[in-house]
């Protein structure tokens, strides 16, 4: 088990982490998601001592890592697959780790087969592909048998065949009772592998939550809806009148219009009331992706100024809601239900759990400096 209070870290004015609290538990694959830059390298260091906390702390089977005895037998970690001399083939490169931890030598040849290397352990790791480095990294944190494991972006460079190895192999992991923490940016495949999500962005907490209930809570139904192209008065007034019955109306980049709250038959009758012609009326499924997109969206450091997403930041302060200033509409609805509405909140958002702190322990002092999940990024985010 993997618990983590209050944990901050401060890289001179930088707030790299942010009073997390979250516990990591044995017998299941617990998926750690945020966007670039949110903190989850640093926070999977200072879980391997690599790193000291500014304030807060985090142990593993209730030790400090530095602490913990035998450490490498029971806490195996890939943290950077190109960490490896890469003049030594990779059977010395593991082997020498494996003396290094008082792990008997023919651990070495077991890991190499486990991770599939087992013809290539002759083989100089200065020529391995970008895939055979991460199976390498994977195999150096299995050396130890270890009960805890954390990977950070194990799937990268990986080709399809390998990131169902790695999902397989976390899987399994997990139902001998280990614990495993793997970090990624991408939600699509944590929602295959993990059982349980933490999700950052900007050094905080915005998700602590089972997969199952990150789906319900977030698997949002819309109706897609097309009036004739070229007669956008005809979109216009379909979007004031369902905005008016209470629907939620946000803009597609095709001229379609997404709409949740109003039912699709409803759609339909409110389309012929205000004598609106439709070209589609179509009922969808928003992606897992999509929904994790949106959580962190206002969390994100670094965007393309060719990203449509741009101009969509949600600002600072409380959660935007429709018709809220700043979305001021070309043509509100009575009621002030305004259309487009601002970027949508993910319905019924988990919020994160708490945990009881340790005894002795000291919350952080709110600062100014501290991220916001929804600010907009700023110069010196990127510092
Ligand atoms: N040693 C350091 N000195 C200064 N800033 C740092 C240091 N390490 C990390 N940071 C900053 O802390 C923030 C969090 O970085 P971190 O690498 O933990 O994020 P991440 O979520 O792992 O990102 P990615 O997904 O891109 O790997 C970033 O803004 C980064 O620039």
Do not use: C
């Not at 960490?83 to 792990?103: F, M």
């Not at 499924?285 to 965007?303: H, I, K, N, P």
């Not at 909140?345 to 322990?361: E, F, I, L, R, V």
């Amino acid at each position: 088990m993997i618990e983590a209070y209050g944990l901050t870290k401060r890289y001179g004015a930088k707030t790299a982490v942010y009073n997390l609290s979250f516990q990591v538990r044995p017998g299941a694959v617990t998926g750690f998601l945020g966007p670039n830059g949110s903190g989850k390298s640093t926070t999977m260091r200072m879980i391997l001592g690599l790193d000291e906390p500014t304030s807060g702390q985090v142990t593993v089977g209730g030790y400090n890592f530095r602490n913990l005895p035998n450490a490498p037998r029971q806490v195996g970690a890939l943290l950077d697959a190109k960490a490896v001399h890469s003049g030594r083939n990779a059977r010395n490169h593991l082997l020498s780790l494996a003396q290094l931890s008082g792990i008997p030598a023919r651990r070495v040849d077991e890991v190499l087969g486990v991770v599939g290397l087992q013809e290539v352990g002759s083989k100089r790791s200065k020529g391995f592909s970008l895939g055979m480095g991460q199976r390498l990294g994977i195999a150096a944190a299995l050396l130890g048998d270890p009960q805890v494991l954390l990977f950070d972006e194990p799937v990268n460079g990986l080709d399809p065949e390998g990131i169902l190895w790695v999902r397989n192999l976390m899987k399994r992991l997990a139902s001998e009772g280990r614990t495993v923490f793997v970090s990624s940016h991408l939600m699509s495949e944590m929602a295959q592998t993990a059982d349980h999500l933490i999700v950052i962005g900007r050094g905080q907490m915005m998700a602590d939550t089972s997969v199952d209930n990150f789906i319900a809570q977030n698997s949002v139904g819309f109706a897609r809806v097309r009036t004739p192209d070229g007669e956008p008065e005809q979109r216009e007034k379909l979007g004031a009148a369902l905005a008016a019955a209470g629907g939620q109306v946000q803009p597609e980049e095709d001229g379609a219009l997404r709409v949740t709250g109003v039912p699709l038959p409803q759609i339909s009758d409110l389309a012929h009331g205000a004598d609106v012609r439709l070209w589609e009326l179509s009922p969808h499924q928003a992606s897992l992706e999509e929904a994790y997109m949106r959580m962190t969206q206002g969390a994100v450091d670094y965007r393309s100024t060719a990203d449509q997403r741009t101009g969509l930041q949600t600002p600072a302060g409380p959660p935007a809601g429709y018709g809220a200033p700043g979305g001021a509409p070309p043509y509100g609805a009575p009621g002030g239900a305004g259309y487009p509405p601002q970027q949508p909140q993910p319905q019924g958002q988990p919020q994160p759990q708490q945990y009881a702190p340790p005894q002795g322990w000291q919350a952080p002092p709110a600062q100014a400096a501290a991220p916001t999940t929804t600010a907009a990024p700023t110069p010196e985010d990127h510092r």
